[in-house]
């Protein structure tokens, strides 16, 4: 696993690149990929980096490990590849925009759009093996996307961040809510929707907040 990555990123994460964990976590991706199926594809593991250059970074949403199931995952989290039927949380974030903006369903569940807007889609943990869920976790991912976040809090300021559920609240407490904002509430999956992802109106106050920093909303 040679990392290809957006230039802008790299040169941002080239530190994280040297160090020993990260030489250890490619050693047994690539060798996982050789010997398993793993998503997603491995051209596609930087994908959010590479659709989103930390320039255009102005809003992150963190999610936890890919889609385990076949031709789901595109390397950005939430996110399936064109054609692939809706995943439970998909659909309720597809449900939360249209009761926060009344915007139509859409008919795919593509999140490229949105990371081509500045939407980092980021999962705390980039591949994992075909239907096993947490199969590539520990392994040095979360150092590695723990640094991410670290470095767009730092580097950039303006930065809306999504934290839905308490492993991505978690892995947000290194953001400086002095400079970005940090919207907080249940994950998107039907066992919490219910309890407060339905109504939270992230997706508003995003673009509200942006507006009010002479940004571009998000087309959502």
């Known amino acids: 696993m040679d990392v290809k990555i ?7 994460l080239q530190e994280e690149f040297d160090k020993t964990y990260f030489g250890q976590l490619t050693d047994f991706v690539r060798s996982e990929y050789k010997t398993g199926t793993i998503y997603p594809p491995a ?21 936890q490990d890919p889609y385990h199931g076949p031709g789901q995952a595109n390397g950005l989290c939430f996110s399936v590849n064109d054609g692939v039927v809706f995943p439970p949380s ?16 859409p ?6 759009r949105w990371a081509d807007q500045g939407v980092l889609l980021l999962n705390a943990t980039l591949t994992v093996k075909a ?3 947490g199969s590539h976790q520990k392994k040095g991912w979360e150092i590695f996307t723990d640094a991410v976040i670290r470095i767009v809090s730092e580097q ?4 809306v961040f999504f934290l839905w559920g308490s492993y991505a609240q978690k892995k947000g407490a290194v953001i400086d809510k002095s400079k970005h904002l940090a919207l907080s509430s249940p994950h998107p999956s039907p066992l919490s929707a219910h309890r407060g992802f339905f109504g939270n109106g992230h997706f ?11 940004l571009e909303p998000v087309e959502w």
């Open 6 to 12: 957006n230039e802008t990123w790299k040169e941002r």
């Open 90 to 105: 998909l659909r309720n974030i597809f449900k939360e925009i249209n009761q926060d903006l009344g915007k139509e369903i």
């Open 204 to 214: 508003r106050k995003a673009n509200e907040y942006l507006v009010s920093k002479g």
């Open 156 to 159: 950039k300021e303006n930065v």
């Open 43 to 63: 051209k596609l593991i930087f994908n959010a980096f590479d659709h989103c250059p930390f320039d255009k970074v102005k809003v992150v949403i963190i999610g």
């Open 131 to 133: 239907a096993q869920a």
């Open 107 to 112: 008919t795919s569940g593509n999140l490229e």
